[in-house]
């Protein structure tokens, strides 16, 4: 079974300053990985994926994530905090020929002007 | 337009009472989810349906029962409501296993 485990229910950065938001999963197959943002009273949005092709990820407003298969971790990085990146953030997986993508708990970022 | 959308966006009832909620995608996508989120944010699956086919039914209470018309639609309806159903229930599609999933903007149910 996958699982993922983000460490940081809250995250808190100041306005330019980096974002390192973490996920470690646990998968018995290779993993798809994901991480998607939800606004305030939002759907969720795919920020990035991560589908065996090249490790580090980038994705949409800014975003992007290294794949590290030694240490089970796929981190969402950003290099300058904007104030509109405050939001809930959710790492998922999914095995592969497996059709449920599961969920982390979540990291609620919050900027700090 | 909106490639997965949900009706209603909020939905407000009493206990004991039926409600059903819509899911539409016009994304062309085989395969079809309901997912709950709490009120601490965890998101947890429901159901899955692949090509009107129930493919994943984790344990939910029977009271919720999805229909999927066709392909495009997957409805869930809840009987006898209780409060605990409160959350927002999210409908999502995809294609095929790795790919990533499109989610609707959520349906707020509040049971009171």
């Known amino acids: 079974a996958q699982s993922v485990t983000q460490l940081g229910s809250h995250v808190s950065v100041s306005e330019g300053a980096l974002v390192l938001l973490r996920c470690n999963y646990s998968?018995?197959?290779?993993?798809?990985l994901f991480w998607y943002v939800q606004y305030p009273n939002q759907g969720l949005q795919l920020l990035l994926k991560?589908?065996?092709?090249?490790?580090l990820v980038k994705g949409i407003n800014g975003f992007e994530a290294e794949f590290k298969k030694s240490e089970t971790s796929f981190h969402l990085t950003k290099p300058s905090a904007h104030m509109s990146d405050a939001a809930e953030y959710f790492c998922a997986v999914r095995g592969l020929g497996n059709e449920k993508l599961t969920f982390g708990t979540g990291t609620r970022l919050t900027i700090i002007p | 337009d909106t490639a997965v959308s949900q009706t209603p966006k909020y939905l407000v009832t009493q206990m004991g009472n039926d409600k059903s909620i819509k899911c539409e995608q016009n994304l062309g996508h085989d395969t079809m989810y309901w997912y709950k989120q709490d009120s601490k944010k965890f998101l947890k699956i429901m159901f899955s349906?692949?090509?009107?086919?129930?493919?994943i039914n984790e344990t939910v209470p029977n009271r919720f029962s999805p229909k999927s018309p066709d392909k495009a639609h997957l409805n869930l309806h809840i009987n006898s409501l209780e409060l605990g159903d409160s959350a927002v229930y999210f409908c999502?599609?995809?294609?095929?296993?790795?790919?990533?999933?499109?989610f609707g903007q959520g349906t707020r149910l509040t049971v009171v």
């Open positions: 991560y589908t065996s092709a090249a490790t």
């Open positions: 349906y692949n090509n009107k086919e129930l493919i």
């Open positions: 998968s018995s197959v290779p993993p798809y």
């Open positions: 999502a599609s995809s294609r095929p296993r790795g790919d990533e999933a499109f």
